[in-house]
């Protein structure tokens, strides 16, 4: 199955967590990986660009740092520039219909600190909430996300661990993307 990784870290050469995970998947077969900084360090979006290049995968991961409990400035300018009614959604928009969605996320905060009584006072699940509705109203089904939590103080064998966890995390998915969907009763973690 063809993946695109949408690569929002506004920071990557200080991210060696995001840095070890790109690093274990960027060779995998029928993986891209599209930076959207080193693309757009201007921040105005190619939308004909994006938009084919998200015609050509059916597997769409975006990969991020949870910034102040959602995603990146540039990945949230992508999403409204992307995904426009008429194309992903509303009357004729369906172009993603069927294609999978998937985050694999960095969080600063340890996983107890996401839990409701935590020190966020909410979950992963909750946070990702809005993305988990834009894959709804696009037509795609929306995956487990792959969470990396204590990135600030993730050991180097703990990371190594991690990397190599995402790396067969998305070759599952793209083995049997069904296995790993949503429905409308469960919750990520």
Known sequence: MKTLIIYAHPNHRDSRVNRALLD???KLPGVTVHPLYHRYPDGFIDAAHEQALLTE?????L??????????????????????????????GEALAGKYLVQAISAGGTDDSYRTGGQNGFTVAELLRPFEMTAHLCGLHYLAPFVTHGSRVIESQALTEQARAYRDHLLALCADPAAHRLDSRETCQ
């Open 57 to 61: 995968h059916q597997l769409i991961v």
């Open 24 to 26: 274990v998947v960027r």
């Open 63 to 92: 990969q991020h740092p949870l910034y102040w409990f959602s995603c990146p400035s540039l990945l949230k300018e992508w999403l409204d520039s992307v995904l426009t009614r008429g194309w992903a959604y509303g009357r004729g």
